[in-house]
């Protein structure tokens, strides 16, 4: 994994993405909130010259990390998202049951 990505966080009333700027290539999460006590994860990307250095599972990470400190729990409609939470067990907290 590539050593400290930065990931920004633009949060708006109902919507919301965390982006990563590297080389100047962007990739992003973006995600949706379901009232006040939950997130749906709809889209990881992350452009070709940025792919293999761990910045999507960065992203995700953020964004468990995120949901952790809010109390927020996550519900990974992005099959990117879906299969890195199912790969990290310490993330599973979060997920919406």
């Not at 070709?48 to 992203?59: I, M």
Request: with cysteine.
């Amino acid at each position: 994994m590539t050593p400290e990505i930065e990931i920004n966080r633009e949060e708006g009333e109902t919507k919301g993405r965390y982006i990563a700027r590297i080389d100047g290539h962007e990739a992003e999460m973006t995600y949706s909130r379901v009232g006040q006590g939950s997130i749906i994860i709809d889209h990881t990307g992350v452009p070709d010259s940025l792919r293999g250095r761990g910045v999507g599972e960065a992203l995700v990470k953020r964004g468990v990390e995120d949901a952790r400190a809010e109390s927020r729990t996550i519900i990974p409609l992005c099959p990117f998202a879906k299969a890195q939470i199912e790969r990290h067990s310490d993330w599973q907290d979060v997920l919406k049951r």
